[in-house]
C-alpha cells in the first residue's frame, strides 16, 4: 500500500490505475490529457538514466512492491519525482509540467527535526509539511497546491531553492531541483507529515524577504539562462531608475522606452506578465511628460513580453538603453554585469592566505608597518591589487587600523590590533599543543575559544567536534554569538565550509 503523503503530493494529477487491454481504446482527449503528467520511479541511485515511466497510482504500488527489502536498511527506501513530466520517458526541466513540492536534501546524517525547526524559525519559514529520513540525511519538501510549470513559476521554484539552501546552509543542505529524484515516501521513513499545502505565492514572498529582494528586484540562478546575461538588482541600477523616473515627450523615444522597460522586466525578473502591465501602467506612465495612451501602451507591453516568452528576444540591448538616456540628455550609462567565471571559494581562499600572510609580516616587524603598498606586495611576491583590496578588507573587519599618508615620503601604516595578536597567539598555542585551551565551562567562551583556534576554513560541524558541549547547545550558542556579531561568519561556499572570527572590538 501506497502512503497517504503519495496521494497528498499528486492528487488527481496521477490516475488510479492503468488502462486495461479492454479500455485501450478509449484514449482520453486533448484537454483530459494535459490533466495528468508522468512521474519517475528507480529503485536506486545506480538506476536513475534506466527510471521508468508511469502515470498511475497501481503502477506505482507495483513497482514499489517489487522492490525487495531483505537485508536492506529500512530508510534505503525507492527513488521518485515529485513533480510531474508532460512526455513519456524525458525528465529534464524543459518537459516539466506541474509543480506539486520544493524540495532540498540535507545531506548530514546527523541533523535532525530539531535543528530544521529550530532554523525555520531563526528565519521565518514555514515548517516543511512532509519530511523524510534517508541513510545519508533528511529530506526537506514544502508541499504546495499544483500549479503549471510555466516560466513565472519555475522562476519562482529558483528563487525559493535559492533562499533554502542559505536557510539551511549550516546543516549542509544544498542539493536542490524541480527534476530531482528524491526518497520516495514510506511509513518507515517519515517523519513529519501535514495533510494541509503551501502555495506557491506565500513561499515566493517568504523567499524575496529572505534573500533581501523586493517585488522589483531580478532573480537568476545561473550565469546565463537561455543566452542572456544574468543581472542582479537591473531595476535598482541608477541609470535604469532613471527611466523608471519617466521620460520626457517624444513619440518615439517614449514608446522606446516603455517598449525597452518592459523587455528588461520579462527577462531580466521574475514578474509575470499582469505585475509588468501593472507597473508601467500605474507607477511608470503617469511620471512621463504626457502619458501613453493605456491602449496603446498595452499593445507595446504585450509585444515585448510575448517576445521574451518565445524566445525570440532574449531581453533589452545595452545600445537602446544608452541611445535613450542619451536622447533624454542623461549623463548615466548602463552595462550588464556579468558574474565572474571563477568560484567564490578559489578567490575567498586565495585571499585569505594572503591576509595570514600579512598580519604575519607585521607581527615580525613588532605588530606595525610603515611602508608603501606596492613595497608591500613586492615583498610579499602577491599582486599588488590583491594586496590592496586584502588591506581594505581587513580594515573593515577591524583587523588591523589602516591610515595612508599623502606626499613626497607618504606611504600607509598598518597596525594590528591587541586583540587580532591574541587570536594568533591562541591559533599558535593551540597549533603546538595540538589541542583548543578552554578557559572556563562557560559556552560563548568555550565557542571564542575554538573559533580563535581555528583560523582555516571549516563546516559548523567540524567546530562542534572539537566542543565539549552538546550539539543542540553548541549550535544555539553559536549562533547566538553571530546575531550579535561577537562572532562573524566569512566567505562561505557551496560546500558548507565558511571562515569563523571573532567580531570586531566594541567602540569605546
Known amino acids: 500500500m501506497l502512503a497517504d503523503s503519495i496521494h497528498t503530493i499528486y492528487e488527481n494529477t496521477m490516475q488510479i490505475r492503468a488502462k486495461a487491454s479492454w479500455d485501450r481504446d478509449k484514449t482520453l482527449s486533448k484537454d483530459q490529457k494535459r490533466d495528468f503528467g508522468y512521474i519517475f520511479f528507480s529503485p536506486d541511485k545506480e538506476s536513475f538514466q534506466y527510471g521508468v515511466c508511469l502515470r498511475s497510482y497501481a503502477t506505482l504500488d507495483y513497482y514499489s512492491g517489487k522492490v525487495e527489502f531483505i537485508h536492506r536498511d529500512p530508510l534505503d527506501a525507492p527513488f521518485i519525482t515529485f513533480n510531474s ?11 516539466l509540467r506541474f509543480l506539486n513540492a520544493v524540495s532540498i536534501e540535507v545531506d548530514n546524517p546527523e541533523a535532525t527535526m530539531a535543528d530544521v525547526c529550530h532554523l525555520c524559525d531563526m528565519y521565518d519559514l514555514p515548517y516543511p509539511n512532509l519530511v523524510i529520513k534517508s541513510p545519508n540525511g533528511i529530506h526537506l519538501h514544502w508541499l504546495i497546491k499544483r500549479v503549471r510549470a510555466f516560466r513565472p513559476a519555475m522562476e519562482a521554484y529558483q528563487l525559493i531553492s535559492e533562499a533554502l ?15 530531482r529524484y528524491w526518497r520516495m515516501p514510506t511509513n518507515q521513513n517519515t517523519l513529519r507529515f501535514i495533510d494541509e499545502k503551501y502555495t ?66 520579462a527577462s531580466s525578473t521574475s514578474m509575470s506578465d ?25 499593445r507595446t507591453v504585450r509585444s515585448a513580453i510575448r517576445g521574451v516568452r518565445s524566445g525570440r528576444i532574449k531581453g533589452a540591448k545595452e545600445k537602446w538603453i544608452n541611445h535613450i538616456l542619451k ?77 595612508t599618508v599623502k606626499g613626497r615620503n607618504g606611504g600607509t601604516e598598518i597596525r594590528l590590533r591587541a586583540d587580532v595578536q591574541e587570536v594568533n597567539y591562541l591559533q599558535e598555542a593551540a597549533a603546538a599543543a595540538e589541542v583548543v585551551p578552554m578557559p572556563s565551562n562557560a559556552p560563548e567562551a ?23 558541549l552538546e550539539p543542540n547547545v553548541f549550535l544555539h550558542t553559536l549562533m547566538s554569538l553571530l546575531n550579535r556579531g561577537a562572532v562573524r561568519m566569512l566567505e562561505p561556499a557551496r560546500d558548507g565550509t565558511a571562515r569563523f572570527t571573532l567580531g570586531p572590538p566594541a567602540v569605546k
Not at 545561473?222 to 519617466?246: F, H, M, T, Y
Not at 568555550?446 to 571549516?458: F, M, N, S, Y
Open 274 to 298: 499582469e505585475e509588468i502591465l501593472s507597473y508601467l501602467k500605474e507607477t511608470w506612465n503617469p511620471k512621463n511628460e504626457r502619458p501613453i495612451a493605456f491602449p496603446e501602451l498595452k
Open 85 to 95: 513530466f508532460a512526455f513519456f520517458g524525458k525528465k529534464t526541466a524543459d518537459t
Open 327 to 403: 536622447v533624454m540628455g542623461s549623463n548615466k550609462r548602463f552595462r550588464y554585469v556579468k558574474r565572474s567565471k571563477y568560484t567564490g571559494e578559489t578567490t575567498y581562499t586565495k585571499r585569505s592566505e594572503l591576509m595570514q600572510q600579512i598580519i604575519r609580516h607585521i607581527e615580525a616587524q613588532g605588530g606595525s608597518l610603515f611602508t608603501s603598498q606596492r613595497r608591500l606586495a613586492q615583498e610579499l611576491g602577491a599582486c599588488f591589487k590583491s594586496v590592496q583590496m586584502t588591506l581594505q578588507q581587513m580594515s573593515e573587519e577591524g583587523i588591523a587600523d589602516i591610515t
Open 446 to 468: 568555550e565557542v571564542k575559544h575554538i573559533i580563535a583556534a581555528t583560523p582555516e576554513r571549516v563546516s559548523i560541524g567540524d567546530l562542534q567536534q572539537k566542543s565539549s
Open 165 to 179: 539552501k542559505k536557510t539551511f546552509a549550516w546543516i549542509l543542505a544544498d542539493a536542490t531541483g524541480p527534476e
Open 200 to 265: 506557491l505565492d506565500e513561499l515566493k514572498a517568504w523567499a524575496m524577504e529572505c534573500l533581501g529582494q523586493n517585488d522589483m528586484a531580478s532573480f537568476s540562478a545561473s550565469p546565463k539562462v537561455q543566452g542572456r546575461p544574468v543581472v542582479k538588482g537591473i531595476l535598482e541600477d541608477a541609470a535604469i531608475k532613471e527611466l523608471l523616473n519617466g521620460v520626457p515627450y517624444d513619440h518615439d523615444i517614449r514608446n522606446y522606452a516603455c517598449y525597452t522597460l518592459a523587455l528588461i522586466m
